[in-house]
């Protein structure tokens, strides 16, 4: 029995799954293509909490020492 | 950024097998008959070992299957056809297991059905799970040896025994290879699947040879002697062996011999073919040349350090590159380094002839090979090398012509990479300028020392040469001394002062020193420094004097402001920062030091704070020769005062010599106590601890509290006159607890942590009772270095010593395993140009490089302090 969201841990970042056109501005950004981004499994923990599907987009944002806020962003694979 | 197509290729898998009698018969040209390899007139013998089908190797000749010439004819196999089945000494291991799992009546595997589709099912899904199944199969050759009776047929298994690595007995008699293969051959494929073997691809059968390949000529090469006789490769003189004997195997078969004589030849044919693939198998005596030595066949070949792989593979001999012994030039400055003349006369660079340097490269021909700034060899435009004699030299050189290119010698200014293995991390591989100089050694700046991470007991370092101007640009840009000063590690300095340097300037700027006109020109004679400012002072008959501050401002430049605690630094509670009474606050203003003192922390490699500043605001240029004013500085300075130690040094008065004594014997009495109310019961035990563990608490944390104390005592009567106290509190060498060791007590002996208890039962040598617990029964040095150690205490100060050791020893191999680990996870990935770090296919593995996307080097450190300094040095006021 969960008791708790998993979200709300301090050491597991801010995960959320991205629309279209964010996607669109990232893959965009970096000029690359879905594939190229990092993956993360389905049967990861987080991503069956936030109901993220296969071939979505998950969006992490993590606190850093140096930067304040960094943004990474995982495929969602089987 | 470019486009990186979507769908990267990736090898999707890689198939082994063995290789069938009928492939071997496909891929062969031809089937080699005759043992011989040339004719009278040196031609090679139609079906012979030499013939033209398997490739050639003589110039002029054309390959009679592609056609080619040798250099481009890759050459083709033949194939030799085996009187009599041969074990392949390869799968010796495979033929033993698979004889005993295997039944000797039916050939069914040694195991019921249910059993085999179990291991069937297991060996699929490690496969799927990405595993090698070894495992699993090794469990089943286990079990299938186990059985008795075979499932199948009910025969009764017996007992396969190995004697020589080929020859297998069962129940007293010895299996012919025919047998063996006989056997293999009627094992179902559904029992080769079973023992984890794929029947399309290698069937059992096949480890016993039919038909033998025979190499192409161009993997044995004859070598033509200088007498004209050929020298035929070892590979060739073992097939001519295997030839012969198949040859007389064939006839007295043919002939009707007994069967013993047959038996010998098969023997003899096995022998042949074990040594062609391995000619050190154990049991096996080596196949050997007439003059005696063991011949190379093909497994030598692969095997071993100079093997194939290791050898020729992955390692590589380099040329332009030269090796010796480097020794220390504080006189030169760090981007160079000192090359012998030896070295600088065999080593070139070429050097295209254009319009505009022919002159002076005809000067460099005309010198010749031995006359130092010469040249070695000149290529004509037709792309002849004509090598530079002193015969030739003048003829050559007025030939010399636009077009050419001359391989001159090297000279003071060429670029070249200088490495010290091992090499860890960037700094280990630099690229200096040459400078050539007499003697045999490399020279370098003892500032490069700490990157490199060597010193000048006999280290040895390798120098390359670079060939091409683009290469010497980039190695100039990129990889020179002084664009490293700063790590990337740590974002400060790595290259900076070291002993003498530090001590140096701390005796300079220590004290308010007067130096006279002449002293302090002598001081700044190796820098750039013309004029002197204002003197600090003036003597008695009014000689200008200046101080040590103002000698090490000439080499700071205008406009840096600086401040920041020393390493004589007290770590006071609060700091007085400006108004520090022991002088241990650094204040620079406008390149003017105020106050303080330069140590390790100014100037050292690794802390440096203004060597830090000086490459981040002024440049590495500036850097650099910061670093070589500051060493030649230092190095005047350490020689205006002398610094020198010796045994005297360690002397403390008799009054502290008492202190100490009495301080000991105080902590031996209270460890004495300690003991008695453990054994008494009365010790109480520390949470979590058990009361043996908390006694040795106790006694250790007693006995170090009087170690430091005594070094406190020592410490007292040793001032900064004390040069061994010098070079500890500047940071230089050493640290107080050697000095300690030295002058006052070395200490407890650890080892792993504990006070030492090994030795003999219930103590650790016989000079003690059972169970003593006492100080100096468990390892507790009284005496100093100084005064000398008495012989239990020697023999645990050995003891401790030793764990050292070997902690080094193991310590420098796991790190040097987990950092090549590291190094090959990482070795691809790469900053692209958008500040993400992508690896070889373009995937994403960082979006900003160390999530801020920052370059440490340049980044001071990232603290808030820094934007405080900014803002104060462009508004001129103090901001909190």
């Known amino acids: ?78 | 950024m470019k486009e990186i197509p979507s769908i990267p290729k990736r090898v999707g898998a890689i198939k082994f097998g063995l290789l069938s009698p009928r492939e071997v018969r496909k891929m062969s040209v031809t089937a080699v008959i005759t043992a011989d390899t040339y004719d009278d007139d040196g031609y090679p013998i139609d079906m012979g070992l030499m013939d033209l089908r398997l490739g050639v190797i003589d110039p002029g000749l054309k390959c009679k299957t592609c056609g080619s010439r040798a250099g481009e004819c890759p050459g083709h196999f033949g194939h030799i056809e085996l009187v009599a089945p041969t074990i392949h000494v390869g799968f010796n291991r495979t033929i033993r297991k698979l004889l005993r799992s295997v039944c000797h009546n039916c050939s069914r595997l040694l195991l019921a059905s249910e059993k085999k589709a179990e291991f069937l099912q297991q060996i699929g899904s490690t496969k799927d799970m990405g595993h090698m199944p070894d495992d699993v199969i090794n469990d089943v050759f286990k079990e299938a040896r186990k059985t008795k009776v075979c499932p199948y047929c009910n025969a009764e298994q017996k007992e396969v025994k190995v004697e020589k690595p080929t020859d297998y007995i069962e129940d007293g008699h010895k299996l012919s290879p025919t047998e063996i293969r006989d056997r293999f051959e009627s094992i179902p494929d559904e029992d080769v699947r079973v023992l984890g073997m794929d029947p399309d691809s290698a069937r059992p059968e096949w480890m016993v040879l039919t038909v033998l390949p025979v190499p192409p000529v161009t993997v044995r090469p004859s070598i033509t002697l200088e007498s004209g006789q050929r020298s035929e490769d070892d590979l060739t003189h073992k097939l001519v062996d295997i030839i012969r004997i198949n040859q007389r195997f064939q006839e007295n078969r043919d002939a009707g011999a007994p069967q013993l004589i047959i038996e010998d030849l098969w023997e003899l044919l096995q022998y042949h073919a074990t040594t062609f693939f391995d000619n050190e198998v154990s049991g096996v005596p080596p196949a050997r040349h007439r003059s005696g030595r063991p011949l190379k066949t093909l497994t030598q070949r692969l095997k071993g350090k100079e093997g194939r792989f290791r050898g020729s593979l992955s390692g590589k001999r380099v040329n332009f590159s030269a090796r010796t012994v480097v020794s220390p030039d504080p006189n030169i400055s760090i981007n160079e380094v000192g090359v012998p003349f030896a070295i600088a006369k065999h080593m070139t660079i070429p050097v295209r002839v254009t319009s505009r340097n022919l002159e002076m490269l005809r000067m460099y021909v005309g010198r010749g090979n031995e006359v130092h700034p010469g040249a070695n060899y000149a290529i004509r435009d037709d792309g002849r090398r004509i090598r530079v004699t002193e015969l030739n030299k003048e003829e050559l050189a007025e030939k010399v012509e636009v077009g050419w290119t001359i391989e001159r010698q090297l000279i003071d200014g060429d670029i070249v990479l200088f490495n010290r293995q091992p090499s860890l991390h960037k700094m280990s591989i630099m690229a200096h300028r040459i400078k050539v100089l007499p003697f045999k050694t490399f020279r370098l700046n003892p500032a490069v020392c700490p990157p490199y991470n060597a010193d000048f007991d006999g280290d040895e370092m390798n120098m390359h040469v670079l060939q091409t101007e683009e290469s010497r640009a980039e190695a100039s840009i990129l990889m020179q001394v002084q664009e490293n000063i700063l790590s990337p590690r740590f974002g400060g300095p790595i290259i900076g002062g070291i002993h003498d340097h530090i001590s140096g300037l701390f005796l300079l700027t220590r004290n308010e020193n007067s130096i006279t006109k002449n002293a302090a020109l002598e001081l700044l004679r190796k820098s750039e420094v013309r004029e002197l400012p204002e003197p600090s002072s003036y003597s008695e008959d009014g000689e200008p004097l200046w101080n040590g501050k103002q000698i090490f401002s000439q080499i700071l430049p205008k406009g840096l402001h600086l401040e920041f605690p020393a390493q004589v630094c007290f770590k006071c509670e609060t700091c007085k920062k400006k108004d520090c009474e022991y002088n241990a606050y650094v204040v620079i203003e406008d390149g003017e030091m105020i106050q303080g003192t330069i140590d390790e922390q100014s100037i050292g490699a690794f802390k440096g704070k203004i060597l830090d500043k000086m490459v981040k605001e002024y440049g590495s240029e500036a850097g650099a020769q910061f670093v070589d004013d500051f060493t030649r500085l230092a190095i005047r300075g350490v020689m205006k005062t002398g610094l020198s130690f010796g045994i005297s040094d360690e002397d403390i008065p008799k009054t502290a010599k008492m202190q100490i004594g009495n301080l000991l014997n105080e902590a031996e009495a209270s460890v004495g106590r300690l003991i008695d109310a453990y054994e008494a019961k009365e010790l109480e035990a520390l949470p979590g601890r058990t009361l043996e563990e908390t006694i040795e608490m106790k006694i250790m944390q007693e006995l170090g509290k009087a170690r430091d104390q005594t070094g406190n005592i020592a410490g007292m009567q040793l001032g900064l006159e004390n040069s061994a106290v010098v070079m500890a509190k500047s940071g230089a060498r050493g640290s107080m607890l050697n000095l300690t060791q030295m002058a006052a007590c070395v200490g407890q002996q650890a080892v792993r942590g504990e006070r030492i208890r090994r030795g003999y039962a219930g103590r650790t040598l016989p000079h003690f009772d059972r169970g003593d617990l006492g100080a100096d029964a468990h390892g507790f040095v009284k005496a100093s270095y100084k005064s000398g150690l008495n012989p239990t205490e020697y023999f645990f100060h050995a003891i401790g010593g030793r764990e050292g050791l070997v902690d080094t020893a193991v310590r420098t191999s796991q790190s040097g395993y987990l950092q090549r680990r590291l190094v090959n996870a990482l070795q691809d990935l790469e900053v692209q140009y958008d500040g993400s770090v992508r690896e070889t296919r373009g995937v994403v593995v960082q979006f900003k490089y160390g999530e801020d996307g920052i370059d440490s080097t340049k980044s001071d450190y990232s603290k808030p302090e820094a934007i405080h300094r900014i803002v104060k040095m462009v508004t001129g006021k103090e901001v909190n």
């Not at chain 1, 979200?7 to 970096?30: A, G």
């Open chain 1, 1 to 78: 029995m969960r008791k708790f969201s998993l979200l709300d841990h301090e050491l597991i970042p801010k995960h959320e799954i991205m629309s279209e056109d964010e996607l669109k501005s990232v893959l965009n950004q970096y000029k690359i293509g879905k594939e190229q981004l990092p993956k993360i499994k389905d049967d990861d923990p987080i991503i069956q909490e936030i109901g993220a599907q296969v071939g979505e987009v998950v969006k992490i944002t993590r606190n850093s020492q140096t930067a304040g806020e960094a943004y990474y962003y995982r495929l969602v694979i089987m």
